[in-house]
């Protein structure tokens, strides 16, 4: 009988091209999928919640796949562990409804980016926040953030070729975290994101931190629809999928 399994993931993205499968270059996807064509003899296809881009980390991706096994959610859990790169986590597994699809019905997905905000680099934890020396005004930068609240067209934070018919997304809550040694968070949930609106909104939001622009010229970036008006894409390293809720 096929069942339909859940999977909870943590993953450092820093050595994959992604979690998408890849042709040629390696893949969290085609990691988990080959631990799972080892454990069942057979060819099984994992469903995402969503990609993540080429050095981004996830906390909580969720995935599920189909399969006719004998096999229980523990014994998947054990073993895709002992199979797994050390980089690659499965926090979880369980039994779901047979109709359960990890990306259409996720109800909202909560990315953070974290950004170190002091004179000098840090040699551990490099590779997962964006080091940057000048002082950002954080307040302003809190205050921008309210802008993304609410349904909007975020066309203007749209990676480039990479196109959608519907650029429309819901942020349920976006605020900006700030923790000891000069970290910074930016935290966002909403109903869905664009190829690269998380780091296309803190690149420009670094740039009203930095004095570049105004609040009111983010607004009306987002406004625009026009990615040309956004600033440069923020570094991957400093993003890191949560959590999806479903």
């Given at each position: 009988?096929?069942?339909n399994?859940?999977?909870?993931i ?25 631990a799972?064509?080892q454990?069942t ?9 969503g ?6 980390h996830?906390?909580?991706q ?7 096994t ?12 002992s ?15 047979t109709e ?8 909202s ?28 005004d ?18 203007a ?6 196109p959608?018919?519907d650029t429309?997304r819901?942020v349920f809550?976006a605020?900006l975290?700030e923790?000891?040694?000069n970290?910074l968070?930016?935290e966002?949930?909403?109903?869905g ?19 570049k622009?105004?609040?009111a010229?983010?607004?009306?970036i ?14 991957a390293?400093g993003?890191?999928l ?5």
């Amino acid at each position: 009988m096929t069942k339909n399994f859940k999977l909870t993931i943590e993953y450092d993205g820093t050595r994959y091209h992604g979690w998408q499968r890849q042709k040629t270059d390696r893949s969290i996807q085609d990691e988990i999928e080959k631990a799972l064509a080892q454990m069942t003899s057979c060819k099984v296809t994992l469903i995402g919640s969503g990609r993540t881009d080429a050095g981004v980390h996830a906390a909580g991706q969720v995935a599920n796949f189909k399969c006719d096994t004998r096999l229980t959610p523990e014994a998947f859990f054990k073993g895709l562990n002992s199979l797994l790169p050390e980089d690659i986590i499965i926090k979880d597994c369980q039994w779901v409804a047979t109709e359960f699809h990890a990306r259409y019905d996720a109800h909202s997905k909560i990315y953070q980016y974290k950004i170190l905000n002091q004179s000098i680099p840090a040699a551990i934890g490099r590779h997962y926040v964006w080091f940057i020396r000048k002082t950002l005004d954080r307040q302003t930068m809190r205050a921008t953030m309210a802008h993304l609240v609410g349904r909007h067209d975020f066309k203007a934070f749209e990676g480039t070729g990479s196109p959608r018919q519907d650029t429309t997304r819901e942020v349920f809550s976006a605020e900006l975290i700030e923790e000891a040694d000069n970290l910074l968070i930016f935290e966002i949930e909403a109903d869905g994101f664009l190829r690269y609106m998380v780091r296309n909104i803190v690149g420009t939001i670094v740039d009203v931190g930095l004095g570049k622009i105004t609040p009111a010229d983010f607004k009306n970036i987002l406004a625009s629809r026009d990615r040309s008006q956004a600033s440069a894409t923020a570094p991957a390293q400093g993003l890191t999928l949560i959590k999806v809720t479903y």
